[in-house]
């Protein structure tokens, strides 16, 4: 998830434009758009609760046609055709729905879910990338997880737009 110095996610009003940098850091490498479609196509699908899929409809889909899950308790309807709802334990839902079928599962958020499945050693890494701006208030990325996971710093990239991207494999005790 992209998240504020100070570890917001998302502001209390919604508005993202926090997400667009305007910094300058001279040593940082370009974010080009071969960068950002290479990346977007390593990813086999999408995992997202519902509060985070809501968001993303006001904002404007940014997921194409690639295979959707959405986490809800809720009966949600949608006509996309990539967009699939579920409930329920998600280990069954990561192991028997996911796993089988994708390679690259990105977990887009937010942070409940994100969460859950860290706490039920369901996830793998965590990508981050850190904005130059503290927004003071919102959702946070990790507010009281109430459990220790070690981390291994796999990569680092700074951008010329002062982001910061982190890249953390969850250790196995
Ligand atoms: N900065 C970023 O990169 C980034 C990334 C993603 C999201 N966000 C932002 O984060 C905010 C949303 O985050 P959030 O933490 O409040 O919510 P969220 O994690 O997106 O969604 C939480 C909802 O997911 C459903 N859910 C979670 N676990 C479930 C399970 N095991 N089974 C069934 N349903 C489950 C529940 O929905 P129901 O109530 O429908 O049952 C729950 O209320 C939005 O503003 C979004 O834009 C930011």
Known sequence: ????????????????SWMRSTDK?????????????????SIDC?????KTYQHALELGWPYGDIPVFVLTNKNLITDKKNVKFYS????KIVNDKLKPNFKNIWMVGGSILTKEFIRKGLADKIVTTIMPVILGNGTLFFDYIGQEHLLHL???LA?????VELCYEIKRE
């Open 1 to 16: 998830m992209v998240s504020s110095l100070d570890g917001f996610i998302a502001k209390k009003d919604g508005n993202v």
């Open 46 to 50: 999408y995992v997202m609760g519902s």
């Open 25 to 41: 850091y001279d040593k940082g490498i370009t974010l080009t758009d071969e960068y950002i479609s290479e990346f977007l196509k």
């Open 88 to 91: 329920g334990e998600l280990e």
């Open 154 to 156: 796999e990569d680092v």
């Open 159 to 163: 951008f010329d737009d002062g982001m």
